[in-house]
């Protein structure tokens, strides 16, 4: 294991990933790694127990019209409709330029959501537009907005106790989304003066029996998220002892406003939609709070950066697994940090009656103490909850492991991924062979089997590439396993597979090294596992995996 595992966060990673410096831009420097993870690249935009961590209108339709509570218009018949590829920013323009946050992390189509923005400017408008394949276009522009005033909004507040950072600004717009599909959201900000932000939102769907299920990412979008100078990483002084140990979705996203989507989510997005497939919504922070929502589900997708998870969230997951949906880990790190997630504490600040659109009580705030959970006057209390740090850590350990079939390793590397059971149904039509490598498709964070930690039985190693992470050598795995409801589970073991998908194009906004080589494989690897899970489950019309893990680790 290559980190040093004192606290979670460490220095010198060297590596320009994470949403970190867009091509060009320059070395890491001096930089720890999580100040490159939550720094969103610009230029991304042009896509995008106890074994230790190791190395139109303001309105979206007609007065009065009301939730739908469906997925009306069909997605079938929405991705037949011509796209916008004007959707890309232009010009981010200076931190304070215009910046916005939403004050719910989802909603259903034809819920309503507020808007809140800061801008430099007189006055700005705002386009959503709906992420997809759309004919290449890759997105269709859904609604906009009439001319808002423009205001500069308050300096953001720093919460006691937490060091958490919320705007509590004023609401700038009220958004219905009366004939919105559902879907992942761009919405953009234009400013009267020629800059752009963006502000991620997600229309989740209402029913998910039969359909391959997104799974959003957002608490770990709000995790690395340093606006107001903290984030669950560091504090204003770059330091890990300054950092939140809670942090508020009442705040906008840092750099270009959706930096961790387009370089993480967005690119798989675009392959689901391109392939026809039944496709519902939703993030995990939904999923956490509801346990029906994966209920009848082929498939439920964690995309390329989801570490950060509550137990509800863990819990429903495996539930739907074991009944069935089959599950895929298309990064690496990923159900590694255990959080809460709380409504928003204190008065919301220059919020008059009824100007919130979100309900009483909703789960604005992610806490995670990290080392200093013993701080947490929720864990300290006389109804204990559980620690929020490291789900494999006692007290409480419960590694990813059992749910993911691979373990997190360390960081930084980057190495060749090497196929070794070419003859896997995954990767059928690739042309790859045992032995095959792909440049630079293992980074900067990677998982490897590690037959100590709870392990699935008759798990199938399918790559095994070998890697070095701070002068250690050790390697990533791919793996796959079944369960009895013949659930099938794939981990991919590298945080770079998302953005292989745009290896080699304009889109890729930073300098891996993946070429067109590496893309094609990628794709046709998830064009196959993407195809199988929509079926149902995979041991059912898939040949079960053949356990190899003794012989590939000598155990």
Request: glycine share 14%; proline share 8%.
């Amino acid at each position: 294991m290559c980190e040093d595992p004192r606290h979670g966060d460490r220095p010198g990673s060297g590596a320009a990933e994470h949403g970190g410096e867009p091509a060009g831009a320059g070395g890491s420097g001096g930089l720890d790694r999580r100040r490159f993870l939550g720094a969103a690249a610009v230029g991304a935009a042009g896509l995008a127990v106890g074994v230790a961590a190791g190395c139109g209108s303001t309105s979206g339709g007609g007065p009065g019209a009301g939730p739908t509570g469906g997925d009306a218009p069909d997605l079938a018949a929405e991705r037949e409709r011509p796209g916008h590829p004007d959707w890309r920013l232009r010009s981010a323009g200076p931190p304070d330029a215009v910046q916005g946050y939403t004050d719910k992390v989802s909603v259903l189509p034809g819920e309503e959501f507020g808007l809140y923005v800061s801008t430099t400017a007189p006055g700005f408008r705002v386009a959503a537009y709906r992420v997809g394949w759309y004919r290449g276009a890759q997105a269709r522009r859904v609604w906009r907005s009439d001319r808002v005033a423009g205001r500069r909004q308050r300096h953001p507040r720093l919460l006691p106790g937490t060091r958490g950072v919320r705007a509590d600004w004023e609401r700038s717009l009220r958004v219905r989304t009366d004939g919105w599909p559902p879907g992942a959201y761009l919405l953009r900000l234009d400013a009267e003066h020629g800059h752009q932000r963006y502000v991620p939102m997600v229309v989740r769907s209402a029913r998910t029996t039969g359909r391959t299920v997104l799974m959003h990412a957002v608490a770990t979008w709000q995790a690395y998220n340093a606006w107001g100078g903290h984030s669950l990483y560091r504090g204003p002084d770059g330091g890990y002892a300054s950092r939140s140990l809670a942090v508020s979705f009442d705040r906008p996203y840092d750099s270009n406003g959706a930096g961790k989507f387009l370089v993480y989510e967005r690119a798989l997005v675009v392959l689901a939609e391109r392939l026809g497939l039944p496709l519902a919504y939703t993030t995990g922070v939904d999923v956490h709070r509801d346990p029906s929502a994966l209920r009848g589900a082929t498939a439920a997708l964690s995309l390329g950066h989801d570490e950060y998870w509550t137990p509800q969230q863990r819990e429903h997951v495996t539930r739907a697994r074991d009944a069935g949906t089959n599950l895929a880990f298309l990064g690496a790190n990923a159900c590694f940090r255990r959080v809460r997630l709380e409504p928003e504490s204190g008065p919301q600040q220059g919020q008059g009656p009824g100007q919130r659109a979100d309900a009483p009580g909703a789960l604005r705030t992610v806490v995670c103490y990290k080392t200093s959970y013993r701080d947490d006057p929720r864990f300290a209390g006389p109804h204990r909850a559980l620690p929020t740090h490291d789900f494999r850590q006692p007290p409480a350990a419960d590694p990813e492991s059992a749910l993911t079939g691979v373990f997190y390793e360390g960081y930084p590397t980057d190495a060749p991924y090497v196929v070794h059971h070419a003859d896997h149904w995954l990767f059928a039509g690739t042309g790859a062979k045992r032995g095959d490598a792909f440049d630079h498709l293992v980074g900067v964070e990677y998982d490897r089997v590690t037959p100590q930690a709870p392990t699935p039985e008759r798990l199938e190693i399918l790559a095994h590439s070998p890697l070095v992470c701070n002068g250690r050598s050790s390697h990533a795995d791919s793996a796959y396993y079944t369960v009895p409801s013949g659930a099938g589970v794939f981990s991919s073991g590298t945080m770079r597979w998302v953005e292989a998908l745009m290896a080699g194009t304009h889109d890729d906004g930073r300098d891996h090294g993946m070429d067109d080589r590496t893309r094609a494989f990628v794709t046709r690897t998830t064009e196959n596992l993407l195809r199988a899970f929509a079926v149902g489950p995979a041991a059912k019309i898939r040949p079960v995996p053949r356990g190899n893990v003794a012989s590939v680790y000598g155990t």
